[in-house]
């Protein structure tokens, strides 16, 4: 391992990227479509690399850099990659340079912008992984709503403009909340030891035993909103079907594969180490509201019109199982939530660039509208049909693991909401068939019959994310070794901090550091320090 | 082999991808590589079953020679009991928890991928005439590779999670396969109403399996029968599981009442509904249940001879599905049916403490519904695709092969002695009655009677009488003939591998697994409860023949007997018979094709479907009512409610939409400051 700082490498190339394509001139689309794949790709190499270098031995963050960047509010810029991010990264680079694949015919309107605003959105949700100062989280958090708005609103359909305020107010509302939570923590711990810091890793080793109970369960609760607005868990999701719909197929594929994991990831990332009382306590509210969304939103699902809007309501049940996984609070649980989290970019990533092509061939996501289309596209047939057999947890597929992880994990700890969610596991398949059924099967129209079958560009978009879910459905291992120091870490720290016992299956060990990592240390997350 | 089972699987699995990528380009369209593949995957089967076979022998030799020796110190079940042969690789592991992927290879298990490659087998070569010239022939052929690949991914699974990973690849290839003419919207209904049902089903066993690894400690299906026969087992985890697990088998194998999707499973091309029936699909849930027996055993309290959940369900679909049988026109809904009746007696079987009967059954069982289905297509692929016995009749000389195999198909299901399905339906109802279920066995009898009846009507009306079809009917050609002759055969001679009275019971000594097992004294061979079942099932079929014949021939031929005097006692008997075909005809099948059947039927229309179609359009009410007031109304109005407060705030910047979002950002982040001044200060001691 060198010295080169490769995430700020990874953060920083998006935006060169953006700077650059703003400075080419608008009339040459293929200059700027080039620039945008050149970017896109070399970030998507840096992931690589990362992913390649990623120690599976350190269970604390990796590649950390620490500068001072607002002395003022003693914010500094501190980056740090852990099993739990790591995933994010790569999906969010490797998302990127194939929606942008994907968005080539389509918007061919001001590809400029499009560009531009493509490549900061990717800077800014390779912030929101990767930062570990919350100052610096929250500014990212907040510099995507930006490029997110614009493009929903500059490239969507009929009520993007509807859709866009619906989805930046929601969010807003929700960043408004966090921001407020995080300020009183770092003024907290000033007021307590004199220091004022954002350091993640500083606030988490000292928050567990420096803040009363109803203060840490109010910012819990503050944090929460924010998460769960972004998740989104019911009763706060109804801007993602309107956002899904109305946004175009690159903004739906990072929506749906990134941009909704935030919240997963905030839940992981800050609710367990900043407030591991009140994520013990109210367990059973995130649980009860996971189920809720599973249920709620594959029921809601099953009778939607419009193709864009089943899938947004089944990645609300997807994201159901991630937040039941999350606070199942057990390494197996917390296992099968961050597996999902990365193998759902990779089908429901798929879902809609499929659903993008039929789009751009019909102009239309109205289901009825199609009927027949494995008669005249095979090939578009049969990657839907691995998509939406790999979304809805066919064994073979990633999605398979990643659910049944969570539910094995919820049943050793929490049996009914397990079986609750284990019924929402059938209701999975009746949306997506029903869906299928409608659109690719029975008797094909005239139109449908002059539909084109996809091209090896659209081949090139699908194949690799398909593909990932395959070797992940097969051989999770690659994927779990990574994540599961930091989960055990987690999961640990949790019972250090508060006295909690994860529970286990008859006859397993209980989970323990790796050699050589005290407990003091664990707190700390590996920062030195008395 | 044994060591090496995961060929079995592998070969069929790698078809599946030869035949998707380079299927169109290769010679027979990609029906040879399905073909080749599984052949040799039978050819290693058969392989696997010889050695397996040797190592049993071997032992018993062994230990023979050896008990002789030591004087009977050493018991059966002991120390030279015949151990499974596993091998196993960590798929993936969390924590200390390992996810294994291997091969469990005993006795059942290479008895299923014999019987699932040869049926396999022959119905690819059975499809490359019958789905000659089909839009979509290769897919069909890469489908039914998968298939079959599937199916033996789940019967050498080493653990259950291996087995759910089989059982849910089952599941989607069955909704493929189904739906293969999917331009009818019928038939992907059809393929839907499968999966869905299934997957009903598959809830049970996801949740039976995590809890019998949280009460086991492991997904190994070794450690949990050993587990579960060991004294130390708690019986309420067992209990649930074997709860959870019975309604995955009721949902996988037809069982009451879950049942509705397998006649519907008749869109299906028809060597895809051979599959499912014989091979593949339906017997999962059956085998699941051999698989795991230690589980049932002891978790319904088997062994206590009292009335338990599985025999209950078993026998109750025996009933049901052969009276509903009655009032088919369609000959696959007639064997579809029959499928279920069969399948309840296996279950029942289990339920009953009959273990090797039910795996003895399974095994007869497979060859001659395949034949009965594989003969249906025949006749119909020569009849004009029709498979309405309306349209049909007077085939028997027109395509004789099919006739002679389809009859002997149809007396082997209906247990006529020496046929397979004598020997094994025997055996379930003898030992039926050993263990002391008593009324498992009468109803066993029942539906003995009335399998025989229903094939008897299907047999007459197509074979028999005038043509009554628009076509021209010819036999078929020799790649659907050789098929029916071969399953024609076995139909007669499998029965001998388990015949009791010939000393032959190597489904026992071979099959039943001698470790990790509840102690099972199987029933010996009974002639009295033989004699009977046989009668019975040749009355029925009398009894009916004689219905469906009397309008026709009968009277010729009766006057016929009545002038030659050596027919006097026969005539007395044709009385006998009169009277017992109006005792039939206006109180048994009336009253079963009548009031029983139809109020089966309308039971199995309206109540169960309407509940299921109740849940389906009740949820789709729900479905409305949610998105329509809560989801679109409260929520959203909620949401929209503040987005107008604002936007009116806002009025002067309206139509300048980046205004909005700066208005709102403004307001928001005074809000941000106040509330954390708020929160500051409240939490400032």
């Known amino acids: 391992m060198t010295d080169f700082p490769i995430l700020t490498a990874i953060i920083a190339t998006p935006l060169i990227g953006a700077v650059v394509v703003t400075m080419l001139p608008s009339r040459r689309p293929e200059i700027i479509k080039a620039v945008g794949y050149g970017f896109t790709i070399a970030t998507l190499g840096l992931a690589c690399w990362l992913l390649a270098d990623f120690s599976t031995k350190n269970i604390f963050f990796q590649f950390v850099?620490?500068?001072?960047?607002?002395?003022?509010?003693?914010?500094?810029?501190?980056?740090?990659?852990?099993?739990?991010?790591?995933?994010?990264?790569?999906?969010?680079?490797?998302?990127?340079?194939?929606?942008?694949?994907?968005?080539?015919?389509?918007?061919?309107?001001?590809?400029k912008a499009f560009t531009a605003w493509f490549l900061l959105l990717?800077?800014?949700?390779?912030?929101?992984?990767?930062?570990?100062?919350?100052?610096?989280?929250?500014?990212?958090?907040?510099?995507?709503?930006?490029?997110?708005?614009?493009?929903?609103?500059?490239?969507?359909?009929?009520?993007?403009?509807?859709?866009?305020?619906?989805?930046?107010?929601?969010?807003?509302?929700?960043?408004?909340?966090?921001?407020?939570?995080?300020?009183?923590?770092?003024?907290?711990?000033?007021?307590?030891?004199?220091?004022?810091?954002?350091?993640?890793?500083?606030?988490?080793?000292?928050?567990?035993?420096?803040?009363?109970?109803?203060?840490?369960?109010?910012?819990?609760?503050?944090?929460?909103?924010?998460?769960?607005i972004k998740l989104p868990l019911v009763p706060f999701h109804t801007w993602l079907p309107d956002a899904h719909t109305e946004a175009p197929t690159a903004g739906s594929v990072v929506l749906a594969g990134v941009i909704i994991k935030m919240g997963a990831y905030g839940f992981l990332r800050f609710s367990f180490e900043l407030f591991p009382h009140a994520s013990v306590n109210l367990a059973p509210l995130l649980l009860t509201l996971g189920v809720i969304g599973i249920l709620y939103g594959a029921v809601v699902a099953a009778m939607q019109k419009n193709l864009k809007r089943v899938i947004a309501?089944?990645?609300?049940?997807?994201?159901?199982?991630?937040?039941?996984?999350?606070?199942?609070?057990?390494?197996?649980?917390?296992?099968?939530?961050?597996?999902?989290?990365?193998?759902?970019?990779?089908?429901?990533?798929?879902?809609?660039?499929?659903?993008?092509?039929?789009?751009?061939?019909?102009?239309?996501?109205?289901?009825?509208?199609?009927?027949?289309?494995?008669?005249?596209?095979?090939?578009?047939?049969?990657?839907?049909?691995?998509?939406?057999?790999?979304?809805?947890?066919?064994?073979?597929?990633?999605?398979?693991?990643?659910?049944?992880?969570?539910?094995?994990?919820?049943?050793?700890?929490?049996?009914?909401?397990?079986?609750?969610?284990?019924?929402?596991?059938?209701?999975?398949?009746?949306?997506?068939?029903?869906?299928?059924?409608?659109?690719?099967?029975?008797?094909?129209?005239?139109?449908?019959?002059?539909?084109?079958?996809?091209?090896?560009?659209?081949?090139?978009?699908?194949?690799?994310?398909l593909a990932l879910s395959l070797f992940l459905g097969l051989y999770p291992k690659a994927a779990l070794d990574r994540i599961e120091p930091s989960v055990k870490r987690t999961i640990v720290n949790v019972e250090l901090k508060t006295g909690f016992h994860e529970k286990r299956p008859a006859g397993y060990s209980k989970t323990t550091l790796p050699k050589g990592v005290t407990a003091s240390e664990s707190i700390r997350l590996g920062l030195g320090g008395p | 082999m044994l060591e090496n089972a995961w060929i079995i699987p592998t070969l069929p699995a790698v078809a599946f991808v030869a035949i998707v990528f380079f299927g169109k380009r290769s010679p027979?369209?990609?029906?040879?590589?399905?073909?080749?593949?599984?052949?040799?995957?039978?050819?290693?089967?058969?392989?696997?079953?010889?050695?397996?076979?040797?190592?049993?022998?071997?032992?018993?030799?062994?230990?023979?020679?050896?008990?002789?020796?030591?004087k009977g110190v050493v018991s059966a079940g002991g120390a030279h009991a015949v151990q499974p042969v596993t091998e196993s690789i960590t798929w993936w592991q969390n924590g200390s928890i390992k996810f294994g992927v291997g091969t469990f290879v005993d006795g059942l298990t290479v008895m299923m991928v014999v019987v699932v490659t040869l049926i396999s087998l022959l119905v690819q070569i059975y499809s490359t005439a019958y789905m000659r010239g089909d839009r979509r022939y290769t897919w069909y052929f890469a489908a039914l590779s998968l298939f079959t690949a599937s199916m033996l991914t789940l019967v050498v699974a080493s653990n259950t999670i291996q087995l759910l990973v089989g059982w849910e690849l089952v599941g989607v290839?069955?909704?493929?396969?189904?739906?293969?003419?999917?331009?009818?919207?019928?038939?992907?209904?059809?393929?839907?109403?499968?999966?869905?049902?299934?997957?009903?089903?598959?809830?049970?066993?996801?949740?039976?399996?995590?809890?019998?690894?949280?009460?086991?400690?492991?997904?190994?299906?070794?450690?949990?029968?050993?587990?579960?026969?060991?004294?130390?087992?708690?019986?309420?985890?067992?209990?649930?599981?074997?709860?959870?697990?019975?309604?995955?088998?009721?949902?996988?194998?037809?069982?009451?009442?879950?049942?509705?999707?397998?006649?519907?499973?008749?869109?299906?091309?028809t060597p895809v509904s051979a599959l499912i029936h014989a091979a593949t699909m339906v017997v999962a849930g059956v085998f699941l249940g051999a698989r795991l027996y230690p589980v049932f055993f002891n978790g319904f309290s088997i062994g206590h001879?009292?009335?338990?959940?599985?025999?209950?369900?078993?026998?109750?679909?025996?009933?049901?599905?052969?009276?509903?049988?009655?009032?088919?026109?369609?000959?696959?809904?007639?064997?579809?049916?029959?499928?279920?009746?069969?399948?309840?007696?296996?279950?029942?079987?289990?339920?009953?403490?009959?273990?090797?009967?039910?795996?003895?059954?399974?095994?007869?069982?497979?060859?001659?519904?395949?034949?009965?289905?594989?003969?249906?297509?025949?006749?119909?692929?020569?009849?004009?695709?029709?498979?309405?016995?309306?349209?049909?009749?007077?085939?028997?000389?027109?395509?004789?092969?099919?006739?002679?195999?389809?009859?002997?198909?149809?007396?082997?299901?209906?247990?006529?002695?020496?046929?397979?399905?004598?020997?094994?339906?025997?055996?379930?109802?003898?030992?039926?009655?050993?263990?002391?279920?008593?009324?498992?066995?009468?109803?066993?009898?029942?539906?003995?009677?009335?399998?025989?009846?229903?094939?008897?009507?299907?047999?007459?009306?197509?074979?028999?009488?005038?043509y009554r079809g628009h076509e021209h009917p010819h036999e078929s050609e020799r790649a659907i003939t050789i098929p029916l002759v071969i399953l024609g055969a076995l139909s007669v001679g499998a029965g001998l591998v388990n015949a009791a009275p010939l000393g032959l019971e190597k489904i026992k000594d071979w099959v039943q697994p001698q470790v990790a097992f509840p102690h099972l004294n199987n029933a010996a061979f009974d002639y009295p409860k033989a004699i009977?079942?046989?009668?019975?099932?040749?009355?029925?079929?009398?009894?009916?023949?004689?219905?469906?014949?009397?309008?026709?021939?009968?009277?010729?031929?009766?006057?016929?007997?009545?002038?030659?005097?050596?027919?006097?006692?026969?005539?007395?008997?044709?009385?006998?018979?009169?009277?017992?075909?109006?005792?039939?005809?206006?109180?048994?099948?009336?009253?079963?094709?009548?009031?029983?059947?139809?109020?089966?039927?309308?039971?199995?229309?309206?109540?169960?479907?309407?509940?299921?179609?109740?849940?389906?359009?009740?949820?789709?009410?729900?479905?409305?009512?949610?998105?329509?007031?809560?989801?679109?109304?409260?929520?959203?109005?909620?949401?929209?409610?503040?987005?107008?407060e604002t936007d009116r705030a806002g009025a002067e910047v309206r139509g300048f939409q980046s205004g909005h979002v700066q208005r709102y950002a403004l307001v928001l982040f005074g809000g941000v400051g106040l509330l954390s001044l708020a929160l500051f200060l409240i939490n400032i001691h």
């Open chain 1, 65 to 111: 850099e620490n500068q001072p960047w607002l002395p003022g509010i003693g914010s500094r810029y501190i980056v740090g990659v852990d099993g739990i991010s790591l995933f994010m990264v790569v999906a969010t680079a490797l998302l990127m340079p194939l929606s942008l694949l994907a968005s080539q015919r389509y918007p061919s309107q001001r590809p």
């Open chain 1, 122 to 228: 990717e800077f800014s949700l390779l912030g929101i992984f990767l930062s570990l100062d919350l100052i610096m989280f929250f500014v990212f958090w907040e510099i995507l709503l930006v490029p997110m708005y614009f493009l929903i609103q500059g490239w969507g359909h009929e009520r993007r403009q509807y859709a866009a305020l619906k989805f930046f107010l929601y969010t807003a509302v929700g960043s408004a909340l966090m921001l407020a939570c995080i300020l009183v923590l770092g003024f907290l711990h000033q007021g307590a030891t004199g220091v004022l810091t954002f350091d993640y890793r500083v606030l988490a080793a000292w928050a567990y035993h420096g803040l009363s109970l109803t203060t840490e369960t109010v910012l819990f609760l503050g944090f929460m909103i924010a998460f769960a």
């Open chain 1, 313 to 465: 309501y089944s990645s609300i049940a997807h994201m159901g199982f991630v937040i039941v996984g999350i606070f199942s609070l057990t390494v197996l649980g917390l296992d099968g939530a961050v597996f999902t989290m990365l193998s759902h970019p990779l089908t429901t990533g798929a879902l809609f660039l499929v659903v993008g092509m039929l789009y751009e061939r019909r102009h239309t996501y109205e289901i009825s509208e199609y009927g027949g289309v494995w008669r005249s596209a095979p090939m578009l047939t049969a990657m839907f049909m691995l998509a939406m057999v790999a979304g809805i947890g066919l064994p073979g597929f990633s999605g398979f693991i990643g659910e049944f992880l969570s539910l094995v994990g919820t049943f050793v700890s929490r049996r009914p909401w397990a079986i609750a969610g284990a019924i929402g596991v059938i209701f999975a398949a009746v949306y997506m068939l029903w869906a299928f059924q409608r659109v690719f099967m029975g008797k094909p129209s005239a139109i449908t019959l002059r539909m084109p079958d996809v091209s090896l560009r659209e081949v090139i978009v699908v194949a690799p994310l």
């Open chain 2, 28 to 70: 027979g369209k990609g029906a040879f590589v399905g073909i080749a593949a599984v052949g040799a995957s039978f050819v290693a089967s058969c392989v696997a079953a010889g050695q397996w076979i040797q190592r049993v022998d071997n032992a018993t030799g062994k230990s023979e020679g050896l008990a002789a020796f030591t």
């Open chain 2, 173 to 269: 290839c069955s909704f493929m396969l189904i739906g293969h003419w999917w331009e009818e919207p019928a038939n992907s209904r059809a393929a839907i109403k499968a999966f869905l049902t299934t997957r009903t089903g598959d809830i049970g066993l996801m949740i039976g399996i995590i809890i019998l690894f949280f009460t086991v400690g492991s997904f190994g299906i070794g450690a949990t029968n050993l587990y579960a026969t060991s004294g130390h087992a708690q019986h309420a985890f067992l209990l649930a599981a074997a709860v959870c697990l019975l309604v995955a088998i009721i949902g996988k194998s037809g069982q009451f009442p879950l049942h509705t999707w397998l006649p519907d499973a008749m869109a299906g091309p």
């Open chain 2, 305 to 466: 001879g009292g009335v338990n959940a599985m025999a209950l369900v078993g026998g109750v679909t025996i009933i049901i599905g052969a009276a509903l049988a009655f009032v088919q026109t369609d000959i696959k809904k007639v064997l579809a049916y029959s499928t279920i009746s069969q399948l309840g007696y296996m279950v029942m079987a289990l339920g009953v403490g009959a273990w090797s009967a039910a795996v003895f059954h399974l095994f007869t069982h497979a060859f001659f519904k395949a034949l009965l289905f594989l003969g249906a297509g025949s006749v119909s692929h020569a009849a004009g695709h029709s498979f309405d016995m309306r349209e049909m009749g007077g085939l028997r000389k027109k395509m004789p092969i099919t006739f002679w195999t389809f009859v002997i198909g149809s007396l082997a299901l209906a247990g006529i002695f020496p046929l397979a399905g004598f020997w094994s339906k025997d055996e379930i109802l003898v030992n039926a009655g050993k263990n002391g279920y008593t009324a498992f066995l009468v109803v066993g009898l029942i539906g003995a009677f009335l399998t025989a009846a229903y094939m008897t009507r299907v047999v007459y009306l197509t074979f028999f009488g005038e």
């Open chain 2, 532 to 644: 009977l079942s046989v009668s019975i099932a040749l009355a029925a079929i009398v009894i009916a023949g004689y219905y469906w014949l009397r309008r026709d021939e009968l009277r010729a031929f009766r006057g016929l007997t009545e002038r030659n005097a050596l027919a006097r006692s026969g005539y007395q008997f044709l009385v006998n018979k009169y009277y017992l075909d109006y005792l039939y005809e206006d109180i048994i099948v009336d009253g079963i094709r009548g009031a029983v059947a139809r109020a089966s039927y309308w039971v199995n229309q309206h109540v169960i479907d309407g509940v299921v179609n109740g849940l389906g359009s009740g949820s789709t009410r729900i479905a409305r009512y949610t998105y329509d007031v809560i989801d679109q109304r409260v929520v959203d109005g909620a949401a929209n409610g503040i987005a107008l």
